[in-house]
């Protein structure tokens, strides 16, 4: 028999796992050798093992969890579900990544913070942006605000000063939406500074003008109401660990919060596979309309009803339960029906374009003509 078979020493050399590593995996129940010398207890392998144990060690290099390995060698060949165990860990990987990038993005900036000292100088930025497009910038942000105490740097809205324009973000980590505004510069100056003339109505904003400000939830709330006294423009003015708001003759001023905001540039850039237009009425009506199912894919690991978004082979948009009829995976994508309806224009017939990257990528919601103001909602993970 023993002519037949491969040793452990053998097939650990012919496969790329090391031998401590075969006797590991035979105890977990993953890699049994096809005989154990009951004198002496050496294992020994048939040929047909060196596919798996193959197999075996490129599961291991990528990382995937002991039961998930045990899955995918349990698995027939081509069968479906280890395709899904593969797609879920590759997901996995995915958000890690995007976590890792964000970590050293904040960690490279600490390291030149530490190299090049800043001189701390008390600059403010100053500008103005029209009143009812702040307003309508801030109700399109304000649904996906962070509430959770242990995430204080996500509670309120980033107004991130580049050049001349205004972005506003908000996130809670299971959806993201933003939005963009043109802005004249007053001005930009070392305080205290000389009273400087406004900028003309048409000015561009000044070059380089860069501030990112985080503004806590019950400013962001108060500013919001300020801006419904029907004033044309509205003064802001960004920095110093302050943010202040001036219009129709009325201030609101605060303090901001003190945190790194994380990096939502990169969580911006989407590679949809599928774009979709409608109606906002036409997909909230479909949404409310639609079966759900209840999984624990909410806030803090609560349940949350959750609705699938798929696309038949013309293109056209339904909205099903979890346990629906499965389509593509590149053409569904599942999320949590609360959030998709936050995400939705409050009334009115108002246009969408909806983007499906597939069921691990974010959906994204946009308005046509409208690049910069957008909501992204993270996908729910169905069950294989």
């Given amino acids: 028999m023993e002519s037949d078979l491969r040793s452990i020493g053998e097939l650990a050399r012919d496969s790329g796992l090391s031998v401590s590593a075969l006797r590991f995996y035979d105890g977990a129940v993953v890699l049994a050798p096809a005989w154990v010398d009951p004198r002496t207890g050496y294992r020994w392998y048939a040929p047909g093992q060196l596919a798996d144990a193959r197999l075996l ?14 899955a995918v060698l349990g698995a027939a060949p081509g069968a479906a579900v280890a395709h899904r165990v593969l797609d879920a860990h590759l997901g996995r990987l995915e958000d890690g990544l995007a976590d890792a990038r964000r970590e050293l993005s904040l ?38 605000v962070g509430s959770d105490p242990e995430l204080p740097v996500l509670a309120g809205v980033l107004f991130d ?30 305080a205290p ?13 000044a070059v380089g003008a860069s501030v990112a400000v985080i503004v806590p939830t019950a400013l962001v709330d108060a500013v919001r109401a300020l801006l419904g006294s029907g004033a044309e423009r509205a003064e802001l003015a960004l920095g110093d660990g302050s943010v202040r708001v001036e219009t129709g003759g009325h201030r609101i001023e605060g303090a901001t919060l003190g945190h790194d905001y994380p990096d939502y540039r990169a969580l911006a850039r989407l590679d949809p596979v599928h774009r979709v237009d409608l109606s906002a009425a036409e997909l909230r009506d479909a949404v409310r309309s639609a079966a759900t199912g209840s999984l624990p894919s909410g806030p803090h690991g609560a349940d949350c009803e959750v609705a699938v978004l798929t696309l038949d082979a013309d293109g056209r948009l339904t909205v099903a339960a979890p346990d629906a009829e499965r389509v593509p995976e590149s053409a569904r994508v599942a999320v949590n029906r609360d959030f998709l309806l936050e995400a939705l224009p409050d009334a009115g017939p108002g246009q969408l374009v909806l983007e499906l990257g597939g069921p691990v990528a974010p959906l994204a919601i946009r308005t046509p003509g409208h690049p910069g103001t957008f909501s992204i909602l993270m996908p729910v993970r169905l069950p294989a």
């Fill in 57 to 70: 060690a490129r599961l291991r290099r990528v990382g995937l969890p002991l039961a998930d390995i045990r």
């Fill in 107 to 144: 960690i490279r900036r600490l390291i030149d913070q530490r190299e090049s000292p800043m001189t701390v100088t008390t600059i403010e930025h100053r500008f103005t942006v029209p009143a009812r497009e702040l307003a309508d910038a801030l109700d399109a942000v304000r649904f996906a």
């Fill in 161 to 190: 000063l580049d050049g001349g324009l205004l972005r506003l973000v908000a996130t809670d980590r299971y959806r993201m939406a933003l939005a963009e505004l043109p802005v004249t510069a007053d001005r930009v100056a070392d």
């Fill in 193 to 205: 500074a000389a009273p400087a003339a406004p900028a003309a109505p048409d000015a561009p904003a």
